[in-house]
Antibody
Framework: EVQLVESGGGVVRPGGSLRLSCAAS????????MSWVRQVPGKGLEWVSA????????GYAGSVKGRFTISRDNAENSLFLQMNSLRAEDTALYYC???????????WGQGTLVTVSS | QSVLTQPPSASGTPGQRVTISCSGS????????VNWYQQLPGTAPKLLIY???QRPSGVPDRFSGSKSGTSASLAISGLQSEDEADYFC???????????FGGGTKLTV
């Protein structure tokens, strides 16, 4: 069974940093690209960042470019998101999602909540 | 403000057929496949339709997807109470070089 479990969320002051983690199991992790997608509760989905299977390619939404860094550890079946210079508008539930070969996201974690507030 | 436009709400009675629209542009829906996600209350999104018309295993054939030009649609036939959820469309955007999503449609049964 495919499982994605996020952790690392919390409350942080504007300008602060957080590192999110996503532990993957139930599939061959290094066969798949992975992404972070966020959602303000009650609102729509917003793609944040993506990384391909062997970390050759990384992509970022314009709203986080230069502040967030995605990475992965295939030996540990883990995905990470380092978030620096956090802003109030980064407050959201952050999901880890597996990118299928069709380009859709076929599995999602339950999310970890990030709150940026003074 | 989401790149893809969906109606905020839709409704139907059990057994009815409802459709949810998703409007985009030539850089996303007009040139790439569309995916649909179902989000039940308090849960993570679940892939419902991929590559515009394909259903993952386990998704009932009551759910179907289509596309015409820069718009896509999700149809749900034989509506059931458990279909009450938020539905999101998504597609790759060639201009933004990343995936984009709709704002979601809350379906009430």
């Amino acid at each position: 069974e495919v499982q994605l479990v996020e952790s690392g969320g919390g409350v942080v002051r504007p300008g602060g940093s957080l590192r999110l983690s996503c532990a993957a199991s139930g599939f061959t992790f290094d066969d798949y690209g992975m992404s972070w997608v966020r959602q303000v509760p009650g609102k729509g989905l917003e793609w944040v960042s993506a990384i391909n299977w062997n970390d050759v390619s990384r992509g970022y939404a314009g709203s986080v470019k230069g502040r967030f860094t995605i990475s992965r550890d295939n030996a540990e079946n883990s995905l990470f998101l380092q978030m620096n210079s956090l802003r109030a508008e980064d407050t959201a539930l952050y999901y880890c999602a597996r990118a299928s070969y069709s380009g859709s996201y076929d599995y999602w974690g339950q999310g970890t909540l990030v709150t940026v507030s003074s | 403000q989401s790149v893809l436009t969906q109606p905020p709400s839709a409704s139907g009675t059990p057994g009815q057929r409802v459709t949810i629209s998703c409007s985009g542009s030539s850089s996303n829906i007009g040139s790439n496949p569309v995916n649909w996600y179902q989000q039940l209350p308090g849960t993570a999104p679940k892939l419902l339709i991929y590559s515009t018309t394909q259903r993952p295993s386990g998704v009932p054939d009551r759910f179907s997807g289509s596309k015409s030009g820069t718009s896509a649609s999700l149809a749900i036939s034989g509506l059931q109470s458990e279909d009450e959820a938020d539905y999101f469309c998504g597609a790759w955007d060639d201009s933004l070089n990343g995936p984009v999503f709709g704002g979601g449609t809350k379906l009430t049964v």
